[in-house]
């Protein structure tokens, strides 16, 4: 048996449990996950001495490693990873998607941008019908309308030109394989099709995902997707042009403009016109660490940074678990991390979007994550919740917008790498909803991902950052983390995840997990998910103590319990009998595996 047989093997052992064991399904529309929850298996991480990879999937890890194995680069593990992802977790990224990624050469930091752009014909009312309301979330996301210029292999491409090792072509093997041979449906996907409404509607994806009866294949079942394989051969030999330039950007706009009840406005000139950028990233210290994320049009990277500064000046680290009780969060610290998310998610949510159309407030990035403005912002946080926190006034600030009315749930994926040249990366990719806009062509799913615009333009306040425009990219809570000692510049930890504009929460989690209260990055990953999205207080459901509940009601919180469906991915630098080792973790949520040597 071959080795991706073998793991597949391993993979359906692993999870056939959870599927009799399975939480409820049924959740309001305010906390529904971007994908269902579909069990909890427990890991103990992974160490290693030279590289590692880990990813969604342990057949898309297991591409990445072997780039590893080869002499490849951290970015060639993480282009294989991604094309392995885009046949196996197709529901939550894809090169009909985009991306951002944290990349650490060894010397200096870079962040990637292949987050997707509306089209040229796109404005304000794209998600408006004729009275200029805002349509539903189901009218925004099913069909050509919600399609953007995808973006992830342009940034593939440009990072692979800057620090791929291996020849371009080589690294689309493994995903080529598997599309011809077959892999094996796990559990995940399978669940996730079972509860999927609307991508049997799409002739091309019913053929694929479903039986004759419109039944999901069963768990197990082989897929193949020649379509895709031909793909891939046709970028693969011919680079990402074969994709941006040729017969595929034809086939996108002729689906998008086709779809029969809700068609698009993307053409194929708005394909082969994206770019991807590289931007200068958000860094911030953070106690003897400086931490390194996204710019917009990510918020992860301004967020993140502001919720540790607040956590800072209120030092979380004195609210660490017992000693042997790594889950057991009490409500100090469940109320001091919840509080900051308010305050930081009401900035995000009047301030951040695409900054080449909209600027952010006054002095900038710089002003958002001052320390001095974050400390007063956390001096606003007392022994009762504020409920629902008023955004701030950053340093120098000159603007003001509405506020933002996305109904973004993106499906998303995460991957990390470090290789044995001293580089290290951490990428977020995604088709934003689940199967994104459910419209399949050449092999691949279509993103949603303009419905991360908000549907409305304006408020009484006035034109809202995150409007559609033209050629803008939609703000995203996606949060590629890097962070690395101050002293030394090493780097000691790369992290992210999936789950919407939950991200931002999940990875700040990692992060006061780790730089905070000593865990291991698996430990850390494992901590029950909690946050606020400056709304509710968000618990992971049964996995916080029925008196730490009743006493952060009693401190004003509204509870909201439910499942919390990340997927972090997270490598970090360990001393082990005085040996410096790498060691790995994944979400014990999904599928996620890591190997490295």
């Not at 768990?219 to 011919?238: S, W």
């Not at 996204?294 to 607040?310: F, K, Y």
């Amino acid at each position: 048996m071959t080795l991706l047989k073998t793991l597949a093997s391993a993979l359906l052992a692993l999870q056939l449990a959870t599927l009799s064991a399975l939480p409820a399904l049924a959740q309001d529309a305010g906390s529904r996950a971007p994908e269902i929850a579909t069990g909890y298996q427990e890991k103990a991480g992974f160490s290693a001495q030279r590289q590692m990879v880990a990813a969604a999937n342990p057949l898309a890890t297991d591409a990445g490693y072997q780039m590893l194995k080869r002499g490849g680069s951290a970015i060639d593990a993480a282009i294989a990873t991604q094309m392995v992802l885009t046949l196996v977790e197709p529901q939550s990224s894809g090169i009909g998607g985009g991306a951002f990624l944290m990349y650490f050469d060894g010397k200096q930091v870079q962040a990637y941008d292949g987050r997707e752009t509306a089209p040229s014909a796109a404005g304000e009312d794209l998600f408006q019908d004729k009275d200029g309301k805002p349509v539903s979330r189901e009218t925004g996301v099913i069909g050509g309308r919600s399609v953007g210029a995808p973006g992830v292999l342009r940034m593939l491409e440009l990072a692979h030109r800057e620090h791929g090792k291996l020849p371009w072509a080589a690294l689309f093997a493994p995903a080529i394989k598997l599309a011809e041979q077959g892999f094996a449906i796990s559990p995940r996907l399978h669940l996730l099709l079972s509860n999927e409404r609307y991508l049997a509607r799409d002739p091309v994806a019913a053929a694929y995902f479903f039986d004759s009866g419109k039944q999901p294949w069963p768990l197990g079942h082989v897929l193949k997707n020649p379509a895709l394989a031909h793909t891939l051969k046709d970028i693969a030999a011919h680079g990402a042009d074969a994709f941006y330039k040729g017969r595929i950007a034809r086939d996108i706009a002729a689906k998008v403009a086709g779809h029969p009840t809700n068609p698009g406005r993307l053409t194929a000139a708005d394909i082969g016109g994206y770019q991807a950028k590289v931007r200068a990233p958000v860094c911030s210290d953070y106690k003897r660490w400086t931490v390194c994320g996204m710019p917009p049009p990510s918020s992860g990277g301004i967020a993140i940074a502001q919720m540790l500064g607040i956590l800072e000046a209120r030092n979380i680290a004195l609210y660490a678990p017992p000693p042997g009780q790594p889950n057991a969060l009490g409500a100090d610290a469940i109320h001091l991390f919840t509080e900051a998310g308010r305050l930081a998610y009401a900035d995000r949510n009047r301030y951040v979007a695409d900054t080449d159309f909209v600027p952010l407030p006054g002095a900038g990035v710089a002003g958002l994550i001052d320390k001095r403005y974050l400390a007063q912002r956390a001096a606003l946080i007392g022994q009762r919740s504020l409920g629902r926190a008023s955004h701030g006034t950053p340093p120098g600030m000159q603007v003001a917008w509405g506020a933002d009315t996305e109904t973004a749930r993106p499906s998303t994926s995460h991957l990390v790498a470090v290789d044995g040249f001293g580089a290290g990366l951490s990428m977020t990719t995604s088709v934003e909803d689940a199967f994104g806009s459910r419209q399949m062509v050449d092999g691949f799913l279509l993103n949603n991902q303009l419905t991360d615009f908000s549907f409305e333009a304006a408020d009484e306040n006035g034109p809202i950052a995150n409007r559609v425009q033209a050629g803008k990219r939609p703000r995203s809570a996606m949060s590629p983390t890097l962070v690395f000692d101050k002293g030394s510049r090493k780097l000691v930890l790369a992290t992210g995840s999936p789950g919407g504009s939950a991200i931002i929460n999940y990875v700040a989690k990692v992060l006061v997990g780790t730089l905070d209260w000593g865990l291991n990055v698996q430990q850390a990953i494992s901590l029950p998910n909690i946050g606020s999205r400056n709304g509710p207080t968000e618990l992971e459901l049964g996995r916080i103590a029925p008196e730490v509940i009743e006493e952060l009601r009693a401190r004003g919180h509204q509870i909201r319990e439910g499942e919390q469906t990340s997927g972090l991915q997270g490598i970090e630098r360990r001393m082990v009998d005085g040996k410096e080792v790498w060691f790995g973790g994944a979400d014990p949520r999904r599928e996620g595996a890591v190997r490295g040597d």
